[in-house]
């Protein structure tokens, strides 16, 4: 059992990244944005973080025809346990609310 490759593996497809604008008196400052993950990898954004908890988020990217596209998931199994889109949450029976990551990507 703890041998078997887990196939119920999370697949953020959607992820926030991180960019700057222009700030209104000069400068610039960050900000999140939303995007699909693929357009982000072909955009060469490399700060991501979960649009749902904030949390950092692993991405995996796919190149290969037959394998799965590109996707991210939870880097910390605690936020995967809180987050609306985790996978761990989604399989929680205990009636559990989601919230914001404990190590938010700032
Ligand atoms: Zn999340």
């Known amino acids: 059992m703890a041998t078997k490759v887990d196939k119920d593996r999370e697949k953020i ?3 926030e990244v991180k960019r700057r ?3 209104a008196g000069g400068g610039y400052e960050p900000f ?8 982000a990898l072909v955009d060469e954004d490399t700060e991501f973080r979960c649009k749902d908890c904030g949390g950092a988020l692993k991405v995996f990217k796919s190149h290969k025809a037959g394998v799965p596209v590109a996707h991210a998931e ?7 346990e809180y987050c609306a889109t985790g996978l761990h949450f989604k ?11 404990a190590h938010p990507v700032e």
Not at 34 to 39: P, S
Not at 74 to 80: G, P, W
């Open 13 to 15: 497809l959607q992820v």
């Open 74 to 80: 939870h880097k910390e199994r605690a936020d995967s």
């Open 91 to 101: 399989k929680a029976t205990d009636g559990r609310e989601p919230r914001p990551s």
């Open 32 to 39: 999140w944005k939303l995007k699909d993950l693929d357009v």
């Open 21 to 23: 604008r222009v700030k």
